[in-house]
């Protein structure tokens, strides 16, 4: 046992199990701050939300993105931190929305994006974990993830909590109560997820050395963040696509020997990415799908439908689950990743 590990196996293990009580921690605890700052927000409404945020943050990133345009129209721009860290030149953000996310809130780039937007007139909002981090200090507004200390270097509950604050600010902000009530549910259905039995997906993806995750509207997201816990955590090549980009070249990969592990959204998108994942069958892709619909080869099962988005959270549990038996099965500590920390720092 390594000096990474708990009592009772890998930390990784053990965090990830952690999302249901976080996002009901999280939901006490953003209410005074997420009423504050739609007040903000109505009073001077944004006409674009600039995000900024590296790794899983990043990710996270994608995931507004999708909702705020979705339940607001506003458009969302991911911000390149080295443009202000390492090229000094400011944006242009005067009354705009300038949201960073970050777990640690500790890198530089991200902490000089913040000041350099609060600066030219953004409202600047720090979606954090430690919530006494320059980042959050140089922000107007603070909303705390309310993870707890987070010891795996590979990030779980943090990146679940992130995921279920923008859903939380997307509710409030759109006035929404579907997707309010949802998110109540939300941490049973959590629990639930990381039982589900994706061991189909162990074996087809024990000896891979690369892949593709696919994912449509809210699941992008979470192919993204597939992606990268099993590179970071199984050492495998794996690369996320929307399943429209994918046909736009990166199919020309598709082989027996290039597996696919396929997310599929419950929404309006689901039949489209549905229609791709018939094709690719076609041609005699190796595919892995998470949907729900029993009785065909290849299928990672999900729990019944309840509302899209919170679906796709759920579904990135049992994603965690999956990648913590696959790099068992293939010999990878996964509390000491080959070449990471737990906090970086970049400019």
Same mark, same amino acid.
């Given at each position: 046992?390594?000096?990474?590990? #708990?009592?009772?196996?890998?930390?990784?293990?053990?965090?990830?199990?952690?999302?249901?009580?976080?996002?009901?921690?999280?939901?006490?605890?953003?209410?005074?701050?997420?009423? *504050?700052?739609?007040?903000?927000?109505?009073?001077?409404?944004?006409?674009?939300?600039?995000?900024?945020?590296?790794?899983?943050?990043?990710?996270?990133?994608?995931?507004? =993105?999708?909702?705020? *345009?979705?339940?607001?129209?506003?458009?969302?721009?991911?911000?390149?931190?080295?443009?202000?860290?390492?090229?000094? =030149?400011?944006?242009?953000?005067?009354?705009?929305?300038?949201?960073?996310?970050?777990? #640690?809130?500790?890198?530089?780039?991200?902490?000089?994006?913040?000041?350099?937007?609060?600066?030219?007139?953004?409202?600047?909002?720090?979606?954090?974990?430690?919530?006494?981090?320059?980042?959050?200090?140089?922000?107007?507004?603070?909303?705390?993830?309310?993870?707890?200390? *987070?010891?795996?270097?590979?990030?779980? =509950?943090?990146?679940?909590?992130?995921?279920?604050?923008?859903?939380?600010?997307?509710?409030?902000?759109?006035?929404?109560?579907?997707? %309010?009530?949802?998110?109540?549910?939300?941490?049973?259905?959590?629990?639930?997820?990381?039982?589900?039995?994706?061991?189909?997906?162990?074996?087809?993806?024990?000896?891979?050395?690369?892949?593709? %995750?696919?994912?449509?509207?809210?699941?992008?997201?979470?192919?993204?963040?597939?992606?990268?816990?099993?590179?970071?955590?199984?050492?495998?090549?794996?690369?996320?696509?929307?399943?429209?980009?994918?046909?736009?070249?990166?199919?020309?990969?598709?082989?027996?020997?290039?597996?696919?592990?396929?997310?599929?959204?419950?929404?309006?998108?689901?039949?489209?990415?549905?229609?791709?994942?018939?094709?690719?069958?076609?041609?005699?892709?190796?595919?892995?799908?998470?949907?729900?619909? #029993?009785?065909?080869?290849?299928?990672?099962?999900?729990?019944?439908?309840?509302?899209?988005?919170?679906?796709?959270?759920?579904?990135?549990? #049992?994603?965690?689950?999956?990648?913590?038996?696959?790099?068992?099965?293939?010999?990878?500590?996964?509390?000491?990743?080959?070449?990471?920390?737990?906090?970086?720092?970049?400019?």
């Amino acid at each position: 046992m390594s000096a990474a590990q #708990s009592k009772n196996g890998p930390l990784m293990a053990a965090e990830f199990r952690e999302a249901p009580e976080v996002v009901r921690r999280q939901a006490e605890t953003l209410a005074s701050p997420l009423a *504050e700052l739609v007040a903000l927000l109505g009073q001077k409404p944004p006409r674009v939300v600039v995000t900024c945020a590296r790794g899983s943050s990043a990710n996270a990133a994608t995931f507004g =993105k999708y909702l705020i *345009e979705r339940y607001l129209g506003i458009p969302v721009a991911d911000a390149a931190p080295s443009i202000m860290s390492v090229y000094r =030149k400011g944006l242009r953000l005067d009354g705009q929305l300038f949201l960073a996310i970050s777990q #640690s809130g500790r890198s530089e780039d991200l902490i000089e994006s913040a000041c350099r937007a609060k600066d030219s007139g953004a409202l600047t909002v720090a979606l954090v974990n430690d919530t006494r981090s320059p980042l959050a200090s140089a922000c107007d507004i603070i909303l705390s993830m309310e993870a707890g200390q *987070e010891l795996s270097v590979a990030a779980t =509950k943090t990146f679940v909590a992130s995921l279920a604050a923008l859903l939380s600010l997307v509710a409030v902000w759109a006035s929404d109560p579907e997707l %309010t009530a949802a998110l109540h549910r939300l941490p049973d259905r959590l629990a639930s997820a990381a039982d589900l039995d994706w061991g189909e997906g162990v074996g087809a993806l024990a000896s891979a050395q690369s892949l593709a %995750t696919l994912g449509r509207g809210p699941t992008f997201a979470i192919a993204q963040e597939a992606a990268l816990k099993l590179k970071e955590v199984c050492n495998i090549h794996a690369e996320a696509f929307s399943g429209a980009e994918f046909q736009h070249g990166p199919i020309a990969l598709v082989s027996s020997g290039y597996p696919l592990l396929v997310l599929m959204p419950a929404d309006a998108s689901g039949a489209i990415l549905a229609e791709l994942v018939a094709d690719l069958r076609r041609k005699s892709a190796s595919v892995l799908v998470a949907e729900n619909s #029993s009785g065909k080869s290849g299928q990672l099962p999900i729990l019944a439908f309840d509302h899209p988005d919170t679906d796709a959270v759920c579904l990135i549990q #049992s994603l965690y689950a999956l990648a913590i038996r696959l790099a068992q099965r293939r010999g990878v500590d996964i509390d000491q990743p080959r070449h990471l920390r737990k906090i970086t720092r970049t400019r």
